[in-house]
């Protein structure tokens, strides 16, 4: 059998001495989706913690601490840097630091989600702080003072995230903020460790408390429990109803008269006489003054030399606990909690 006349092979890429060029690449149709990519949010409602007593338990749960300032998001978006507050407001402009930080971070696009804090000498979170820094309730004041205290990522280069477990959320935050840094857009770091023993060493440094987190949960808007908080001292907003006038107090004020929700009116919940600075209490004072009315809005029973106020503006109160009849004990005035922030009116269940 006579074999056929064998033939030289050709290179796979031809002239293999000739320079190899690829194609000239087609322009990209505009009107194609980029299957590969998620349409990025212009917002995201945040996810919120519940109010517990005691820290969650089980080796699902992981833990930070709790910062006392103003819920932020900020987007990183191809048209430049977004800030936005807990209620939608853009407030770019008013965190020049956070902003200047934002864009040299490594990445074309993205969201974190996370809290402003002015922090005091001892490095903790001071919301009077932030507040004054901001120029008050309603001040349109910039804070050079701010920072941004990152704990989630919501959007990271393309991809949505809020699908995924918190665990790889965290993982990709990691690697955008490092730890330790001492720049105005920080890492909230992550905590392993007991709950209960947390929730001891935490009020000991006279912090506000911890926050508890299911590692596989994927981000939620909305108070699901996927986020759990636990306070040292107790802080919520109640409504300003009026104030007792003293002559031997900042501002005149005696003590604010305190009103929160229950059902669908407004109840009398007590009042608070400390917490206030010269400051302070005269800008509260001022802003009081404009919402006078004849007659309360709700039964604070028998005052002397009270004045009455359109329940508008909410107050921030740190509190221990609650008396038999429904009033606060001993109770410290913080700020007023502007409305852009979103700040609620504590609900009596």
């Not at 990025?40 to 910062?67: F, N, Q, S, T």
């Amino acid at each position: 059998m006579t074999k056929p006349p064998h033939t030289p092979s050709k290179p796979l890429l031809g002239d293999v001495d000739a320079p190899v060029r690829s194609r000239a690449r087609r322009r990209r149709d505009p009107a194609q989706a980029q299957l590969l990519l998620d349409p990025m949010p212009a917002r995201v409602e945040p996810c919120l913690a519940l109010l517990r007593p005691r820290p969650p338990k089980g080796d699902d749960w992981v833990y930070e601490i709790k910062w006392d300032g103003y819920r932020l998001a900020v987007h990183i978006e191809p048209t430049g840097v977004r800030i936005l507050t807990r209620g939608g407001h853009d407030w770019t402009d008013r965190f020049p630091a956070i902003l200047a930080e934002a864009r040299r971070l490594s990445v074309s696009t993205a969201i974190m989600d996370g809290e402003a804090v002015v922090l005091d000498a001892a490095g903790r979170s001071d919301f009077g702080m932030l507040q004054q820094s901001l120029g008050g309730r309603g001040g349109k004041r910039t804070s050079r003072d701010a920072i941004f205290m990152a704990f989630d990522l919501l959007y990271f280069d393309g991809h949505d995230l809020t699908g995924t477990e918190l665990s790889a959320r965290r993982h990709l935050l990691e690697g955008l903020v490092p730890p330790d840094g001492e720049e105005a857009i920080r890492l909230s770091e992550e905590i392993e460790a007991d709950g209960e023993q947390l929730l001891r060493i935490a009020c000991e440094h006279d912090l506000e408390g911890i926050i508890a987190k299911r590692r596989d949960a994927p981000y939620r808007s909305g108070r699901l429990g996927d986020w759990v908080k636990i306070k040292c001292v107790q802080s919520d907003g109640f409504l300003i109803v009026g104030y007792e006038k003293s002559t031997a107090s900042f501002g005149g004020i005696g003590r604010l008269l305190l009103a929160a929700h229950r059902g669908g009116e407004l109840v009398y919940v007590g009042g608070v006489g400390t917490g206030f600075n010269e400051r302070s209490a005269g800008e509260l004072r001022e802003q009081m003054d404009k919402l006078k009315i004849a007659k309360p809005t709700v039964d604070t029973g028998r005052k002397r030399n009270a004045v009455f106020v359109d329940p508008k503006l909410v107050a921030e109160i740190e509190y221990r606990a609650w008396t038999h009849d429904g009033k606060l004990r001993h109770a410290s005035y913080k700020g007023l909690r502007d409305a852009a922030d979103g700040g609620a009116v504590y609900k009596i269940e």
